[in-house]
């Protein structure tokens, strides 16, 4: 509902809260009377335009209505991730997978892998899955390429790395 002018019947543009001695005043004028008393009216050039439009945009998207993303198998949505920091299922880590991805790269300082400690005894086991996953990603660039025989060396690579034996670079081992 807009207010009218104080002075006339003129729809007000100036709208003024004034508290004196704990004393609440509302002034609601008009351009003209605005004008007259010496307000300064927004002109639609420069900074009022700016924040005129940032206004009407924001007042565009605060109507849409926003569409929560959850899983579809669990119902579970990413605020309750953020908030409880667990996942309601596995299949949760693929509708999620863009979120989760910054959430835990924030985590690990940037990395997209585990860059924490290990217990000593499974630090052996790290490094061959370590190993084993560089090997096999340079394997499918391998056969991207049509490299076959450098494919070859990775996949013996792969095979000593499997059976226990230590994977050296030259595809041999000793």
């Known amino acids: 509902?807009?207010?009218?002018?104080?002075?006339?019947?003129?729809?007000?543009?100036?709208?003024?809260?004034i508290v004196t001695d704990g004393v609440k005043t509302?002034?609601?004028?008009c351009a003209a009377h605005a004008q007259q008393r010496g307000y300064i009216l927004p002109t639609a050039t420069g900074p009022a335009l700016v924040v005129g439009k940032l206004l009407a945009?924001?007042?565009?998207h605060a109507s849409a209505p926003r569409v929560v993303k959850s899983c579809p198998t669990c119902a579970t949505t990413m605020a309750s991730v953020r908030e409880s920091g667990l996942v309601g299922c596995p299949d949760c880590y693929r509708q999620f997978e863009e979120e989760l991805g910054a959430v835990i790269s924030r985590a690990q300082a940037?990395?997209?892998?585990?860059v924490?400690?290990?217990?000593?005894?499974?630090?052996n086991l790290v490094d061959r899955a370590a190993m084993?996953?560089?090997?096999?990603?340079?394997?499918?660039?391998?056969?991207?390429?049509?490299?076959?025989?450098?494919?070859?060396k990775i996949r013996?690579?792969?095979?000593?790395?499997?059976?226990?034996?230590?994977?050296?670079?030259?595809?041999?081992?000793?």
């Open 1 to 17: 509902m807009s207010r009218s002018c104080d002075s006339c019947s003129t729809p007000a543009v100036v709208h003024e809260t």
């Open 26 to 29: 509302e002034v609601h004028l």
């Open 110 to 114: 940037g990395a997209s892998v585990h």
């Open 57 to 60: 945009h924001a007042q565009v």
């Open 132 to 152: 084993r996953n560089k090997l096999a990603s340079e394997l499918r660039e391998a056969i991207a390429r049509e490299e076959y025989m450098r494919a070859a």
């Open 156 to 174: 013996d690579r792969m095979i000593a790395l499997n059976e226990g034996e230590p994977a050296t670079e030259s595809g041999t081992s000793s």
């Open 116 to 123: 924490g400690r290990h217990p000593t005894h499974a630090a």
